[in-house]
């Protein structure tokens, strides 16, 4: 195996603290939220994190999509650590306090921008079955200035530093300028940049900085209700997924010594994945219905173990099967956590 050097993958993105908790269909009714979907908090939901603190039983994780991602890439590599690297504005409070020691704990090398106008960011994740409803509220993680942080010199050598990128598109809400400026380094390097369709209301309401980036992504990822909002929004005219993948595949790219892939997952039906002309589909792991306990984060879980063998340049069928095998590890927990080592070969 070869050796990874410290700071070769990069994420970026809203660094949020998860309050998870296994809640009630009438508290999703109060706050008009769907059993499955992810949200930015309105107005009406501000009660909605007082209220499940108080009436249910929760458990605080250091969460925020791409911040997961690249936890769980680190967990998969093991050594050295430090191998991922993510970048992204918290408070300067309590809650800024427990992510900077999870990210810590969780050997990554995170450079937190801090200030102390707004709150760090949480997330409510209510669970329903094996169903969860995401409400983000960004507070902090919505402060993210590129010139304080991005620009500077030492943060900007860690983008020099990495060959692979990974941003959910739930950034594209909060800087899509600095999405741009590290997609545009990746493509003038060769390096690898990797993109996820994140949420519906991303590629339905942050359409137009959503299409300045995809002529620099390498690999986008996404699930299967998210393609088919984005198909909708692009007006693919389809509805079949494989063919909604060769058309995402087809749209114009800038780094032509790449072509793009694009990786769909469907829960426990499997995973669609461009490759050069074919579209392939592979099946992921089985599980019994009984041992699945939040699916919080399976999604975050698949690419973080993509990545841990793309950041090694190993076959994209590898990088599937890791994929595949963090997801796997993921929903038999509560949150985005994992065991001390990960058992994948």
């Not at 603290?17 to 809640?23: F, R």
């Not at 426990?268 to 074919?278: A, H, L, M, W």
């Given at each position: 195996?070869?050796?990874?050097?410290q700071?070769?993958?990069?994420?970026?993105?809203?660094?949020l603290?998860?309050?998870?908790?296994?809640?009630?269909?009438d508290?999703l009714?109060?706050?008009?939220?769907?059993?499955?979907?992810?949200?930015?908090?309105?107005?009406?939901?501000?009660e909605?994190?007082?209220?499940?603190v108080?009436?249910?039983?929760?458990?605080?994780?250091?969460?925020g999509?791409?911040?997961n991602?690249?936890?769980?890439?680190?967990?998969m590599?093991?050594?050295?650590h430090?191998?991922?690297?993510?970048?992204?504005?918290?408070?300067t409070?309590?809650?800024?306090g427990?992510?900077?020691?999870?990210?810590?704990?969780?050997h990554?090398?995170?450079h937190?921008?801090?200030?102390s106008?707004?709150?760090?960011?949480?997330?409510?994740?209510c669970i329903?079955?094996?169903?969860?409803?995401?409400v983000a509220?960004?507070?902090?993680?919505n402060?993210?200035?590129?010139e304080?942080?991005?620009?500077?010199?030492?943060?900007?050598?860690?983008?020099?530093?990495?060959?692979?990128?990974?941003?959910?598109?739930f950034?594209?809400t909060?800087s899509?300028?600095?999405?741009?400026?590290?997609a545009?380094h990746a493509?003038?390097?060769?390096?690898v940049?990797?993109?996820?369709?994140?949420?519906?209301?991303v590629?339905?309401?942050?359409k137009?900085?959503?299409?300045?980036?995809?002529p620099y992504?390498?690999?986008l990822?996404?699930?299967?209700?998210e393609?088919?909002?984005?198909?909708?929004?692009?007006?693919?005219?389809?509805e079949?997924?494989?063919e909604?993948a060769?058309?995402?595949?087809?749209?114009?790219?800038?780094?032509?010594k790449?072509?793009?892939?694009?990786v769909?997952?469907?829960?426990?039906?499997?995973?669609v994945?461009?490759?050069?002309?074919?579209?392939?589909?592979?099946?992921?792991?089985?599980?019994?219905?009984?041992?699945i306990?939040?699916t919080?984060?399976?999604?975050?879980?698949?690419?973080?173990?993509?990545?841990?063998?793309l950041v090694?340049?190993r076959?994209?069928?590898?990088?599937?099967?890791?994929?595949?095998?963090?997801?796997?590890v993921?929903i038999?927990?509560?949150?985005?956590t994992?065991?001390?080592?990960p058992?994948?070969?």
């Amino acid at each position: 195996m070869p050796a990874l050097s410290q700071n070769a993958l990069f994420g970026m993105g809203n660094p949020l603290l998860d309050i998870s908790a296994v809640v009630d269909k009438d508290l999703l009714d109060k706050y008009g939220l769907k059993p499955n979907d992810q949200i930015l908090a309105e107005e009406k939901h501000k009660e909605l994190f007082e209220e499940i603190v108080k009436k249910f039983k929760v458990e605080y994780h250091a969460g925020g999509s791409t911040q997961n991602s690249v936890k769980i890439a680190q967990w998969m590599i093991q050594q050295p650590h430090k191998v991922s690297t993510f970048l992204g504005c918290i408070g300067t409070d309590k809650f800024g306090g427990i992510l900077k020691k999870k990210a810590e704990e969780a050997h990554v090398d995170a450079h937190y921008y801090e200030q102390s106008e707004e709150p760090t960011g949480t997330c409510a994740a209510c669970i329903t079955g094996d169903n969860r409803s995401l409400v983000a509220n960004l507070a902090a993680a919505n402060c993210y200035k590129k010139e304080k942080h991005l620009d500077l010199e030492e943060n900007w050598k860690l983008v020099e530093k990495a060959k692979v990128f990974y941003i959910a598109g739930f950034f594209i809400t909060v800087s899509p300028e600095s999405i741009l400026k590290v997609a545009k380094h990746a493509s003038e390097h060769n390096k690898v940049f990797g993109l996820n369709l994140s949420a519906p209301f991303v590629s339905q309401f942050f359409k137009e900085p959503m299409m300045k980036v995809m002529p620099y992504v390498d690999i986008l990822f996404g699930n299967e209700t998210e393609a088919a909002t984005f198909a909708r929004e692009q007006g693919f005219e389809t509805e079949d997924i494989k063919e909604i993948a060769k058309r995402t595949q087809s749209l114009p790219k800038v780094n032509k010594k790449r072509q793009r892939i694009v990786v769909f997952t469907q829960g426990k039906d499997g995973t669609v994945v461009t490759n050069g002309n074919e579209v392939m589909v592979f099946p992921v792991l089985d599980i019994d219905q009984s041992e699945i306990v939040d699916t919080n984060g399976a999604g975050d879980a698949f690419v973080g173990g993509f990545l841990s063998q793309l950041v090694y340049d190993r076959p994209l069928e590898e990088c599937i099967r890791a994929g595949h095998y963090s997801a796997n590890v993921i929903i038999r927990r509560a949150g985005c956590t994992f065991p001390e080592k990960p058992d994948f070969h």
